[in-house]
């Protein structure tokens, strides 16, 4: 596997991370919250937290269209 590929697939793993927390499937949403807030009933820290997961997944999800690009 080319250098390209294993940075691809590690993104990969991280971006269906990144999305199970989004979907809130992923108990370190909530333990992040609850350390954000004291509060684990807080809306408005959750969807922060949401849209900052938001701007990260964005972020990784251009970074692996540089990386598939390579392989064009």
């Known amino acids: 596997m080319s250098?390209?590929?294993?940075?691809?697939?590690k993104l990969k793993g991280l971006?269906?991370?990144v999305n199970r927390v989004i979907?809130?499937?992923?108990?370190?949403?909530h333990d992040?919250?609850?350390?954000?807030?004291g509060n684990a009933?807080?809306?408005e820290a959750l969807g922060n937290l949401r849209g900052n997961l938001?701007?990260?997944?964005?972020r990784i999800l251009s970074?692996?269209?540089g990386i598939v690009g390579q392989f064009g």
């Open 23 to 29: 979907a809130g499937e992923d108990k370190h949403l």
């Open 3 to 9: 250098e390209a590929e294993t940075e691809y697939h």
């Open 63 to 65: 970074e692996l269209k």
């Open 54 to 58: 938001f701007r990260v997944r964005a």
């Open 41 to 43: 009933n807080n809306p």
């Open 15 to 17: 971006v269906e991370a």
């Open 32 to 37: 992040a919250e609850t350390a954000l807030t």
